[in-house]
């Protein structure tokens, strides 16, 4: 893509992002703690679902060494009402480690990060990227999704594996303001653009979309 297009498309999805922005808790915080727990409750769960969840867990475990200090019979009774149950064990090992080998501070580098449990490369990019500011994509179906029709590239199940894919993502991203875009991205996934159906004559960057201009 032109980097003329990709500069139009960075400004008009981040100013489209700033007046659609979704407020959440997780997203009013810089804790690294605090938004590595969101984004492992928000895996594969709605954010709307997860906000009561993500509130009553940081009431009771407000810091790492607080969840360490848990009993797992208190995290489960937290997180069995909603069919969380799986995370219980793994947030609860995860927590020690950070505690033991990092002194309750959660390190900023992507590969030690992915070597906590339940800790994979979408969870650590984008904790990286809304605690940090590091320029990281955000690789999963929704932006894959989003990526794939702006460049008019064919989508299917294995796409966000694809190298083409990302370097795609990598190449379109706003690295002077990585959190503003990714917000964004989110955002237009769940409100505009979305898996059948896309609003396209609503979305901001529908003049850059190959696949609205089809």
């Not at 009561?52 to 790492?64: D, G, Q």
């Amino acid at each position: 893509m032109e980097q003329e297009k990709i500069r139009k498309l960075r400004s008009l999805l981040i100013s489209w992002g700033k007046a659609n922005f979704r407020h959440y808790p997780w997203r009013e915080t810089k804790d690294p703690y605090k938004i590595l727990i969101a984004e492992i409750l928000l895996h594969r769960t709605r954010a709307d679902q997860v906000v009561p969840l993500y509130l009553e867990f940081i009431k009771r475990f407000p810091t790492n060494r607080t969840l360490t200090e848990a009993e797992p019979s208190e995290i489960k009774q937290l997180l069995t009402s909603a069919g969380l149950f799986w995370r219980i064990e793994m947030m609860h090992n995860m927590a020690g480690i950070i505690e033991d080998k990092f002194q309750g501070k959660i390190p900023h580098e992507k590969e030690i990060l992915v070597s906590l449990p339940g800790v994979g490369n979408y969870i650590a990019s984008a904790l990286r990227c809304f605690a940090w500011g590091y320029p990281d994509i955000l690789v999963d179906t929704n932006t894959v999704r989003i990526t794939g029709r702006i460049c008019g590239i064919e989508i299917h199940d294995g796409s966000r594996r694809q190298k083409k894919f990302l370097v795609k993502m990598e190449e379109i991203l706003d690295k002077d303001n990585p959190e503003d875009f990714n917000y964004a991205l989110l955002d237009l996934g769940s409100a505009v653009c979305l898996p059948r159906d896309p609003l396209c004559e609503k979305c901001p960057i529908n003049s850059i979309c190959q696949s609205a201009m089809v």
